[in-house]
């Protein structure tokens, strides 16, 4: 079992940042890749950024390409997404996710990941 706790969201103005983190605890030693996702009101969840554990390999979709940074601290159990240049469009819930134990590809589908957090709320106001 892996349980996973993010926090850091908050309401800033666009062109600030922020940073957040994600708290792992359990079987950690079979995670392979983690991630962060975000669902804002009516929209599908979408994977935002991914990190491969072992490899330290990133990738990130599009719209946050060059203004979010995923990162890791393996001694703290910890997962980090680092924000700036923060737009109204990257207002939604975030979540932070693991996939545990079986990883076929990376980036992982988001149905690889098969553990969620709790997610914690980001809102830009322009």
């Known amino acids: 079992q892996v349980a996973l706790a993010e926090s850091g969201g908050g309401s800033v103005q666009a062109g600030e940042s922020l940073r957040l983190s994600c708290e792992v605890s359990?079987?950690?030693?079979?995670?392979?890749?983690m991630g962060w996702f975000r669902q804002a009101p009516g929209k599908e969840r979408e994977g935002v950024a991914h990190?491969?554990?072992?490899?330290?390999?990133?990738y990130y979709t599009d719209s946050v390409q060059g203004r979010f940074t995923i990162s890791q601290d393996r001694a703290k159990n910890a997962l980090y997404l680092q924000m700036d240049s923060l737009k109204s469009e990257d207002t939604a819930m975030y979540y932070c996710?693991?996939?545990?134990?079986?990883?076929?590809?990376?980036?992982?589908?988001?149905?690889?990941?098969?553990?969620w957090g709790q997610g914690t709320q980001v809102t830009v106001s322009s």
């Open positions: 996710a693991a996939v545990h134990t079986r990883l076929t590809r990376f980036p992982p589908p988001k149905y690889e990941y098969n553990y």
């Open positions: 359990g079987w950690t030693d079979k995670i392979y890749a």
């Open positions: 990190i491969h554990i072992a490899g330290g390999n990133t």
